[in-house]
């Protein structure tokens, strides 16, 4: 374990997760390059401590050259579109090519929708990758292959807090029926698993400094709370009298079915991998809470 300040390069550090993985690592005292695309992102990485590259990361040779200067490298960026796998694969070509055989730490984001249902996810699970996701296995794949380089994946479950996270947002936006009701997605029985993004911040800055951390890590609060009792909770922050059921059919015709298919898997994690060997544990309130108390009632 090593606390001693390092340097780091960051994608996405102005997205929901990355953001919240360069304020932890600027409280820590270690330094961020912070890969950008333009000079609006610059300055808002610089305001936040972090030292701004303006960069194409699909420029392999530009990237491999900022990746030289640090002691490892944090990929959170992700366009939430059908150009996720490119930009996930540009990545992961230029931090092989920069950190084979220096034994330097490469931390890929993922998220639990890899295994499909499950309610019991682990680090040992099998992958049933919805179609959304299908193409994560092979670039992760070559990320643990790496000769000679830590790779890691932060396999995420559904990340909140702070008012933000696209999947609290749509749930939050929900359509109503007649009576003002947010409109849940399915049933709302099955189970979703969550983490605050401070949390998962944590993590990540635990495995940074873990040099024995490698391999998956798959990271949630153990709430794994319904889809029902989250919109309903999500009702009070949105000032709607409640939520009722709605039906798989409602949801893929409203977000379409590769989407909808990811939101009605039935999922659960206890996090034991990154408790037991990173002494990780969640301390900021549940979803639930922020949704009935926190700070989604502001939004």
């Known amino acids: ?78 366009p939430g579109d059908e150009t996720s796998a490119g930009l996930d694969s540009a990545v992961v070509d230029a931090v092989t090519e920069a950190f084979v055989d220096t034994g330097k730490p490469y931390l890929h984001v993922s998220g639990v929708w890899v295994y499909g249902t499950n309610t019991s996810i682990s680090e040992d699970s099998p992958f049933h990758a919805p ?93 794994n709370t319904t889809v029902a009792e989250l919109t309903e909770a999500a009702a009070v922050a949105a000032g709607a009298p409640g939520a009722v059921p709605g039906s798989d059919e409602e949801a893929r015709a409203r977000l379409g079915d590769y989407f909808a298919e990811v939101l009605l898997l039935d999922q659960g994690t206890g996090a034991t991998k990154v408790k037991a060997e990173l002494g990780w544990s969640p301390s900021r309130p549940g979803l639930v809470e922020e949704f009935r108390n926190g700070t989604y009632r502001s939004r």
């Open 1 to 78: 374990m090593s606390s001693s300040p390092m340097k780091f390069v960051l994608t996405g550090a102005t997205g929901f997760i990355g953001s919240h993985v360069l304020e932890e690592l600027r409280q820590h005292d270690h330094e961020v390059i912070a890969l950008v695309r333009g000079e609006a992102q610059a300055e808002a990485v610089a305001a936040r401590g972090a030292t701004p590259v303006v960069v194409d990361v699909y420029d392999r040779d530009a990237v491999v050259d900022v990746l030289g200067e640090a002691d490892g490298a944090i990929h959170t960026a992700s």
């Open 131 to 223: 179609a959304m996701v299908a193409w994560k296995e092979e670039i992760e794949r070559r990320v643990l292959s790496t000769p000679n380089m830590r790779g890691v994946v932060i396999v995420s479950s559904v990340a909140y807090g702070d008012g933000g996270g696209g999947v609290p947002g749509l749930l939050l936006g929900s359509p109503r029926d007649e009576g003002g009701n947010l409109i849940m997605l399915g049933s709302g029985a099955q189970h979703w698993s969550t983490v605050h993004v401070a949390d998962l911040a944590d993590l990540f800055r635990r495995v940074l400094e873990d040099d024995s951390a490698r391999g998956y890590f798959v990271v949630g609060d153990g709430a």
